[in-house]
Every structure is written in C-alpha cells, then in structure tokens.
C-alpha cells in the first residue's frame, strides 16, 4: 500500500509540475503578444495594396489602370517614413489627406527614402502609389504586386 501511495503521490507532483509549466508558458505567449502590439509603429506589407493609380491632382484612385499599385487604405501620416531598398526599379509618390479624406497634396515622384519632412500640417492620412521603372509590359499584374511593394519599406505609427 505505501508503494501505491508514493505513486500516487509523484502523479499528483508531476501533474502539478506540468500544469504550472503550461501555465508559465501562456502567460509568456501572452505577455510577448501585449509587447508585440504595443509597439509605436508597423512595417506596410505586400497585401495592403492593389493594382490602380492615384490622381496626382485630385488623390482620386483609379483601379481600371494597370501601371502602378497604390495602398487601398489611408495610412497615418503622422511618423511616415519610407525607405527604398538598394537598386530598386520603382519610384513612389505620397497622396495626403485631411480628417475628412479630403485631397490636400501630393509629392513629386520620389526616387529616394522619405523621413516624414514635407508632411502638410492638416494632414492625418496618406496613400503610396508605387510605379514599376524598368515593368517590362508597362502593366502591373497582381503577381508582380509584392515584388514591386517589397522594394519600399513603409513605416507608419499605429
């Protein structure tokens, strides 16, 4: 019978041991994901565009045309940076908006990083249209979408 009780006893110690283990680990996950998404800024991915252009006179976004991609939703302005990766074969031009999504400005077209100077002071979003400099048809398919957007890296705060 004591035999039987020490088994007993190293079960429970052991199921013990593990469920504390368990436990310490979720609330690790757990604890990395509140880090995670308290950070001040994100990196734009591949999938926040589509194939179209941006009006550089009226912001306006036309998605018929194929010769560029551009961010379907506003971004932040606030902390805009945007750096483009060596050798790129694009350039890109920023659209800025006001609180009400109304056009106010865009950049010239830019073949260099931009570190957020320039922004129009009643600007609270903006869209990146991207142009392909060396697209061998002159039209973006939706395949070459994340090559083209993989180029610039967009940096926003949240």
Do not use: H, W
Not at 11 to 22: A, D, F, G, P, R
Not at 107 to 129: H, N, Q
């Amino acid at each position: 019978m004591t035999k039987f009780g020490k088994r007993t006893t190293k079960s429970k110690v052991t199921c013990i041991l593990t469920i504390l283990l368990i436990l310490a680990l979720v609330g690790a996950v757990i604890g990395l994901a509140v880090k995670v998404s308290r950070s001040a800024s994100a990196e734009l991915g591949g999938e926040a565009y589509s194939v179209g252009i941006i009006d550089a006179a009226t912001g306006d976004v036309d998605s018929k045309k194929d010769t560029s991609i551009y961010t379907r939703k506003g971004l932040k302005a606030d902390g805009l940076k945007c750096t483009l990766e060596k050798d790129a074969k694009i350039t890109y031009q920023i659209f800025f908006y006001d609180k009400d999504e109304k056009f106010i400005s865009a950049t010239e077209t830019l073949s260099a990083d931009f570190d957020g100077k320039g922004i129009p002071e009643k600007a609270e979003t903006c869209r990146i249209m991207i142009t392909p400099t060396a697209d061998e048809d002159n039209k973006v398919s939706l395949v070459e979408v994340l090559g083209y957007a993989a180029q610039l890296t967009v940096i926003v705060n949240k």
